[in-house]
């Protein structure tokens, strides 16, 4: 710890640990619970140039593993540019008949857009002026031109992997990295929180995004806090003794330093865990709605059985916790998959679409209900965009693409960017459709940045790539 900055973050963690030991969570040992406890008036003098203060903010990603076709999410209407589109997309292309129009200011004179019926749930909301699109965003080291591009020179780290695109997405790093700029932003905003251990809470497993280098991510299923395995069995490994011998092992202090910290870190573990556990039935979220849904593959479901609306649901339930735990600043992160359109890709999108559109509709309602729409900011995310090119039945790995945004607080009813030309051999395609991105993933977090209090220091800390781009060229929140 050689920098004020880890300093800072080092001191940050010391007093969430400590003011967890003093509220009776974890079992830490005196000494170590008064050790910390200093740590955390050091930590009182250590300043950060973040605005915490205000109401309570949650930012909630919503990732799209396999690299989402948006190409059909957002549909030029107007003539000259569907016909661009259709003559690109050939069977792939959305039915004009099929698509509502939608509002848009900042675009070129004489353009029009439109979004299947499939996504009209979310429709809603951005014609309330409660969502909004950003175009054509992607992985940029710097801003770079077409011809840079086919010279080779500032493109970003491989391309069109999908664990590397999705890595890059998440932390602005290939696959590999260590921490994500949710994770980064956890760091800096987890000193506003009573417990902060909750300032980062992944309800679809481990995630870089996540990742910090102080805040440890915090993970939950559709029903809550993940619970250890076997401390709630009849048994472990068919002895009837084995879950009582568990809880005496976790209860002692270890005899070595590796059996000390294992024991620590479980011990707070299921304090944390304890702690949730009480406070979630006290939240009051509306159910999900058995709205019905045709899948692709065949069949149907119902919302409520739907995997991503049940995440969202355990997220709206987190923030009403948070609220009497004295929560000021958190990040979240809930997934669907699915998205590798290589195949069946009309057959799969329309039930795609719909499975997102309700369930980002329903967790929004949730949030108004609630009394915290204007708190809470939603945004999509994806490995990258698609060709424009059909491959026969699909469409292959592409990159820059659209994205959503909603939430109250959110600059509504609009497409935020330039969007590109959807014709083979723009300006914008570097080659069968792929849109040379106009906006950097840091382009698009410094905005939600800004609006979680973090200042222009702090988001250079976050992002630290955004030293290249004009990171006030996007204004959606």
């Known amino acids: 710890m050689n920098t004020p900055t880890s300093r800072r973050h080092f001191l940050r963690a010391a007093a969430g640990l400590a003011a967890a030991a003093g509220q009776g969570l974890p079992r830490f040992s005196a000494p170590l619970a008064t050790s910390l406890a200093g740590l955390g008036a050091l930590a009182a003098q250590s300043s950060s140039a973040a605005d915490l203060s205000g109401p309570y903010k949650a930012l909630v990603c919503l990732f799209m593993n396999g690299g989402n076709d948006s190409h059909n999410w957002v549909v030029p209407t107007d003539p000259t540019g569907y016909a661009e589109y259709a003559a690109a997309r050939r069977e792939l292309a959305w039915p004009a008949a099929k698509l509502l129009p939608i509002s848009s200011t900042g675009q070129a004179a004489g353009r029009s857009f439109g979004m299947p019926a499939e996504l009209a749930p979310l429709r809603r909301w951005y014609e309330s002026g409660q969502a909004a699109i950003v175009a054509n965003v992607g992985p940029l080291l710097r801003p770079i031109t077409k011809a840079e591009y086919h ?3 500032g493109r970003p780290s491989k391309l069109f992997s999908h664990n590397d695109q999705a890595s890059t997405w998440q932390s602005l790093s290939p696959e590999g990295a260590r921490s994500g700029w949710g994770g ?19 309800a679809t497993g481990n995630a870089v995004f996540l990742s910090g280098s102080s805040v440890t991510q ?40 590796l059996q000390a910290e294992y024991t620590r870190v479980m011990q707070r573990s299921l304090g944390s865990d304890t702690l949730l556990q009480t406070a979630l039935p006290g939240v009051n979220v509306p159910a999900i709605p058995a709205t019905p849904i045709t899948l692709g593959t065949g069949g149907d479901i119902t919302l409520d059985q739907d995997s991503l609306a049940r995440q969202l649901r355990m997220v709206a339930k987190l923030i009403g916790a948070g609220q009497a735990l004295g929560m000021r600043r958190q990040v979240f992160m809930v997934s669907m998959g699915g998205f590798d359109s290589h195949a069946d890709q009309m057959r799969d999108q329309p039930s795609q679409m719909a499975r997102v559109a309700h ?23 994806s490995d990258f ?25 959110v600059s509504g009813r609009n497409i935020h960017g330039r969007f590109p030309a959807t014709a083979l051999g723009s300006a914008d395609d570097v080659g069968s459709g792929r849109l040379l991105p106009a906006y950097s993933v840091a382009q698009m977090a410094a905005p939600m940045g800004r609006w979680m209090g973090l200042s222009a220091t702090d988001i250079a800390t976050v992002l630290p790539s955004i030293g290249s781009f004009d990171a006030q060229a996007l204004r959606f929140i």
């Open 151 to 153: 010279a080779g020179i």
């Open 184 to 202: 980064r932003m956890g760091d800096i905003l987890m000193s506003a929180n009573a417990y902060p251990m909750f300032t980062a809470v992944s």
């Open 218 to 257: 915090y993970q939950v299923d559709a029903e809550g806090p993940v619970a250890v395995s076997g401390l709630s069995s009849a048994s472990i490994f068919a002895a009837a003794t084995g879950p009582a011998a568990l809880r005496r092992t976790l209860a002692a202090a270890g005899t070595t330093p």
């Open 359 to 381: 369930s980002i509709d329903y967790f929004l309602s949730a949030m108004s209900t609630m009394g915290l729409l204007n708190n809470v900011a939603l945004f999509t995310a």
């Open 385 to 409: 965009g698609r060709t424009l090119l059909s491959n026969g039945s699909g469409c292959d790995h592409g990159w820059g693409s659209h994205h959503f945004v909603a939430g109250g607080a």
